[in-house]
């Protein structure tokens, strides 16, 4: 049963990187991250879980991991915590449901910002459990590396060690304290690094939910992934749309100034109008034609086209006049309006002001439509059955902020 969600998952997350289609310019330039995506899957099919240590410089991450792998792999104490490398070692442990533990060592987190800060960041992201080491109260650095691990859907372990620097009622009040300042809704633990205390409560970790932190993990790195080559995509499209729009407008504008007495020729500027809902979709990858085109023209309210074209119309004074030329010249690749006089300026200021306003409306209208068309990895996150509440207040705040971040409006036109 439990065997079956993982392979399950794994199948389902393939299924979605493979329909992905990058193309040659994206491979190119997410190369780092496809590459530890790829790791990541590969982990998730094998069952390796990933638990990385993470702190302050000085507190034992080195030293309590070596402590649980019973010999000293890790170097310690290198000029109080120089280790600049992360590390990786198997943990030999009995009895697991999972293939795998890999122990990770990190610089501190104080170090990390000096050299790699993009490679401890993606190890980081790329470790499924994190021991978060402490070695007596948190201080303010502290408590906001925790809560940043925390926004970004990571599991944390608070192990608390060095504890035979404190007696018994100081360490008390330290619990109490660190309690106190840690965000209350997570649970988090805080456990004593002190005989096979962190051992034992690891293998219970991992044997109880250790399957639904790799997949959650999995999960999550690949819907922040997705994030990221939207977004590309996005950037790419919106200078293409900008200058597709701007196209639109100069034509629109110089045959409405060549005919400032005939206003608009209402058939022609239709034709327009659709036409280039034609050539944003097909920048969208929708590739409307016709009569879909004109429906998405229809659902933007003439209304709204023509907001402030009355204000540009009511007064015609020379100033007035001046300023329009200004905001045209952008839209109109140049072209003078000025031979044609103050109504055809006008008319023409009205036809590009319209023609903004409706590329950016159906922009917006295509790229909705366009969405629904995508398979994004937090629909099989929201999809997931998991149980556990701690689990799923983890993948709640995960999906609120990421919710917070997929506000692609402004990468529209
Ligand atoms: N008293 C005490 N010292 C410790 C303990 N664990 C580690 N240390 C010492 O703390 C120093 C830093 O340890 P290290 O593992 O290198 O810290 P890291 O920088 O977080 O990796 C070393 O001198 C260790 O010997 C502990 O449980 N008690
Ligand atoms: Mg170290």
Known sequence: ??????SKNYLLLKNWWESIDLTNYEKSFFNREIISFNQQLFRLKEKKIRIGAYGKSGVGKSS?????????????N???????????????IKDLTLNSVELLDFPGF??????????????INHSDIILFIVSGDLNRNELNEIISLIKNGKKIIVTFNKIDLFNKNELKEIIESIKFKLPKDFNIPIILNHGKNLKNYLSKIINQHGEIFLTLNSLQLADKLFLEIKEQRLKKRQKLAQSTIGKFSTIKASTVALNPFILFDIAGSFALDTALISELSKIYGLNLKGESARKIFKNISINNLFLGATQVGVNTSFNLVRKVILLT?????GLSLLPYGPIAIIQAAIAVHST????????????????ASFIEPYILLNNINFNEPEIFKHINIYLTK???????????P
């Open 1 to 6: 049963m439990k065997q079956l969600k993982i």
């Open 64 to 76: 309590v991991l070596n402590s649980l792998l019973q010999a000293n792999i890790f170097k310690t």
């Open 78 to 92: 290198i000029i109080n915590g120089t280790t600049r490398e992360i590390k990786a070692e198997e943990w030999d």
């Open 110 to 123: 104080d170090f990390c910002d000096i050299k790699f800060p993009d490679k401890v960041y993606s190890c």
């Open 329 to 333: 010249a952008p839209f109109t690749n």
């Open 356 to 371: 903004k306003i409706l590329g950016k409306l159906a922009a917006k209208e295509i790229f909705k439509k366009s969405k």
């Open 402 to 412: 990421r919710n917070l971040n997929d506000n692609f409006v402004s990468f529209l």
